[in-house]
């Protein structure tokens, strides 16, 4: 038995952001806080919408403090304003930093703490404030998902926390809100997508609805990736990739993510590397760790993907999977983490810690092929030039 979490309201496709007061008022809130980051500020986006609800009757307050990878240091201001306003829902608009943050303020000014009470294994169920999402990346998957991820600022962690208390109640999923995603941005989103699916199809918490929504998402974006990278103006490819990054969001909230996510994250605490990038350095070398132990699963991928046909057999075509993975990587420019501008020494000498991190995130343990500590290293060690 597989037990299913779902937001309990959809607003999908084009102009669908016009959508977000009739949303509010049927959610019953009066008083809500839009979390976002300065750039959207700077667009004109939070002010179109702050318009919209005002017009409508909300009495409507704005945080636009968000950070990249928030870290718990970030989430002060954040709480403080919801507790100002006296919000009775919170709507997070951007990528998945903006999302992510939204979730955790809606609990923290619920709950009170710290972050770190609510971090993986715990599973939280709440109380929190209502959530609505608007994404504004085609990546992220978070407008779908009872996760939210927080960087610890005294340790640089990266803490995955979990549970329904983080899946919002409702989400906007408008694709003409990415059409102006510069290309850099298009392909590190589009990739975290792919690794979203790809891994809630192969992870051990796998299940029949998770892995549907897995394979469609990873057949559009096998499909439309490349394209949206060299001309996001094309606004049939944008629509096909919003749609994938949230049933990748869908699928992995319903089964799990595994090996790629767990190195990722201390990649990025570290380092400070986006999301999506770091999850495209680990992808090939991790995929290729882990075919053995899920071979048909991966090749049931690589098909959904378009890189191998029915008549292959599963063997050719999850090493085909891990071939078309490297060649995305030098189509969409991936850098090593030495061509990022990582220093070798210094990533040398937190491998022990990052593998420690990595394990104790859980998200190793959901991997077809689960590692030691010892091979996280060796991928680390494999991957960095």
């Known amino acids: ?14 102009g669908a952001t016009a959508e977000l007061p009739e949303l509010l008022t049927t959610l019953g809130a009066a008083r809500p806080l839009i979390v976002t980051d300065a750039y959207l500020v700077s667009t004109g986006l939070i002010a179109k919408v702050s318009e919209s609800l005002v017009a409508a009757g909300f009495e409507v307050a704005v945080f636009d403090r968000t950070v990249p990878d928030p870290t718990t240091d970030s989430l002060d201001a954040g709480v403080d304003a919801v507790h100002a306003h006296r919000a009775d829902l919170v709507v997070g608009i951007g990528g998945g930093s903006p999302m992510d943050t939204a979730k955790a303020l809606a609990l923290l000014a619920v709950q009170g703490g710290s972050m ?11 109380p929190a404030l209502p959530v609505v999402a608007v994404p504004t990346t085609a ?25 329904p208390a983080f899946l919002p109640i409702g989400a906007v999923v408008d694709f003409e809100l990415t059409v102006s995603m510069p290309a850099r ?29 897995a394979l469609q998402g990873i057949h559009a974006i096998g499909k439309n990736l490349r394209t949206v990278y060299a001309d996001g103006t094309n606004r049939d490819a944008r629509e096909a990739m919003m749609l994938a990054a949230t049933q990748a969001g869908i699928a992995f909230s319903n089964s799990s993510v595994a090996l790629v996510h767990g190195m990722s994250r201390p990649i990025g605490g570290h380092f400070h590397v986006a999301h999506g990038l770091s999850n495209a350095m680990l992808f090939p070398a991790v995929t290729e760790f882990s075919l053995e132990m899920a071979t048909s699963r991966y090749a049931d991928c690589a098909r959904a993907y378009g890189c191998a046909t029915d008549a292959e057999p599963d063997e050719h075509a999850a090493e085909a999977l891990v071939a078309e993975l490297r060649t995305l990587n030098v189509d969409l420019e991936v850098p090593t983490p030495l061509a990022y501008g990582i220093d070798r020494q210094v990533w040398t000498e937190r491998l022990p810690l990052m593998a420690e991190q990595a394990l104790a995130s ?24």
Do not use: W
């Open 1 to 14: 038995m597989s037990t299913i979490t779902l937001s309990r309201h959809l607003r999908v496709g084009g």
């Open 116 to 126: 770190r009470d609510y971090k993986a294994p715990t599973v939280n169920i709440g």
């Open 139 to 163: 990546g992220s998957g978070s407008e779908a998902t009872q996760f939210s991820i927080i960087t610890e600022s005294a340790t640089d962690e990266k803490m995955l926390c979990a549970g």
């Open 185 to 213: 941005l298009s392909a590190d989103t589009g990739i975290d997508a792919l690794t979203h699916a790809v891994e809630a199809y192969v992870s051990r918490k796998a299940n029949p609805f998770a892995s549907g929504m």
């Open 362 to 385: 859980g998200s190793p343990g959901n991997n077809p092929r689960v590692p030691s500590a010892e091979e996280i290293v060796s991928i680390y060690t494999a991957i960095f030039g």
